[in-house]
């Protein structure tokens, strides 16, 4: 009978595609649970109601195996974030070093300035390692997270495939051939019950496990951020100093220092000026006229403009 049936929804399924390509029609075949392709008549229903529920087990380890993958891609996700920020300040770096690299061909001054300053920039091998650490911490982490959540999904696997498999192996030779009698629908039941309450107990305990991982990996997510910014934050700032140290440098502020407090005043530069005449005095001679005479210690600052026009500086 099992056969014939078998045989006739094959026959029916090919009827149904034949007609969805004769009429141009839109046909959704859905197959249906494998308890329904028995025969009711010759199948005792207490078997039938034991693969209902078999099926469904089945289903319920694959949902919370499929939890534990989604977790897992979505908290790697979120540290492939960091490592993606991590060849951004590579990047940010090398591109630092071919400015900085040109500048020193071009005269002594801009070689100095970059050489004295250069040094100050954060190795990128340095850089790199320590941020590494950060991901690592990240890394090692995850097994903790979900370790509990998992011992439950490979327990309760396990009593499907043991505990309730024995229980219902044993009520089919405890009643054999007597499959149709109360006696061995109450001991299919019995073991069904069983197994539907180990599942309610487990699904509560994973559903907790997994929000408490969530909880953990979010914290742990931080940690790895806060470590991360304790580099990165710092490091651009370094960059631009450093950047703004030789621009200063090579504009000559650093061999010609800006007199006076009052930057906003004077906008770097000092309100009291003189000229020397360089040509108005005789510089081989041992003794020249005081051109700063009627400066007085009160004075706060003093710029000196060197006036070479009309004579050869050698």
């Known amino acids: 009978p099992k056969i014939k049936m078998s045989r006739s929804l094959g026959i029916l399924t090919l009827v149904l595609l034949v007609m969805c390509c004769a009429y141009s029609v839109q046909c959704e075949i859905t197959i249906l649970p494998d308890v329904l392709y028995y ?9 039938l109601f034991y693969l209902h529920h078999q099926r469904q087990f089945a289903i319920n380890v694959k949902e919370f195996e499929q939890s534990l993958v989604d977790f897992k891609a979505k908290y790697y996700a979120r540290l492939d974030v960091i490592a993606y920020n991590i060849e951004l300040l590579e990047t940010k770096l090398e591109e630092v070093d071919n400015k900085l690299n040109p500048l020193v061909l071009l005269d002594d001054i801009n070689d100095y300035c970059v050489h004295k300053y250069r040094p100050k920039l954060p190795q990128i091998a340095q850089l790199t390692a320590k941020m590494k650490e950060c991901t690592l911490k990240g890394n090692n982490a995850y097994s ?23 229980a219902v192996n044993d009520c089919k030779k405890k009643h054999a051939g007597h499959f149709t009698e109360s006696n061995y629908t109450q ?18 305990t994973f559903e907790n496990q997994m929000k408490a991982a969530e909880c953990n990996a979010a914290m742990k997510i931080r940690e790895v951020f806060d470590c991360y910014n304790l580099q990165v934050f710092p490091t651009f700032k370094t960059i631009g100093e450093v950047m703004g140290l030789v621009e200063n440098c090579i504009a000559g502020q650093e061999f010609c220092p800006t007199c006076g407090d009052d930057t906003a005043l004077t906008k770097g530069r000092c309100p009291y000026h003189m000229s020397w005449h360089l040509a108005d005095s005789d510089l081989s001679s041992e003794k020249i006229n005081n051109p700063f005479k009627g400066i007085t210690k009160t004075t706060p600052c003093l710029q000196v403009n060197f006036i070479t026009k009309g004579i050869a500086v050698n």
């Open 39 to 47: 025969n009711i008549t010759t199948t005792p229903r207490a078997d």
């Open 144 to 166: 903790g997270f979900v370790s509990g959540a998992e011992a439950t999904v490979r327990n309760l696997k396990s009593y499907y495939t043991s505990t309730f498999a024995t």
């Open 187 to 204: 001991c299919i039941s019995t073991a069904v019950t069983n197994a539907a309450t180990k599942t309610y107990a487990d699904t509560n």
